[in-house]
């Protein structure tokens, strides 16, 4: 069983920066697949980007070259840095890790407005 708990979500003005934390615990962190995706009012959840367990990631269109996933396998987290954002980032952001199982963390709010 793995447990996850996302941080760092808040409210910030077009054109800023947020870095979301996933802490990861009850598995070996290092063997999990990362993964962001996010969820927006009334939206379908849509995958934001992935990190595999040897550290190459790949990128939803909509964010690439803005967001930055990384990982950090000594303290068992996850990020998502977050620059250049805009109104249509506004949405609930979830960790996903893969293991044996997908496991998800419970989301953290990010609202973009000015």
């Known amino acids: 069983q793995v447990q996850l708990v996302e941080s760092g979500g808040g409210l910030v003005q077009p054109g800023g920066s947020l870095r979301l934390s996933c802490v990861a615990s009850?598995?070996?962190?290092?063997?999990?697949?990362m993964a962001w995706y996010r969820q927006a009012p009334g939206k379908q959840r849509e995958w934001v980007a992935m990190i595999t367990r040897g550290g190459s990631t790949n990128y939803a269109n909509s964010v690439k070259g803005r967001f930055t996933i990384s990982r950090d396998n000594a303290k068992n987290t996850g990020y998502l840095q977050m620059n250049s954002l805009q109104p249509e980032d506004t949405a609930v952001y979830y960790c996903k890790a893969t293991g044996s199982l997908d496991y998800w963390g419970q989301g953290t709010q990010v609202t973009v407005s000015s």
């Open positions: 009850g598995s070996v962190f290092s063997t999990l697949v």
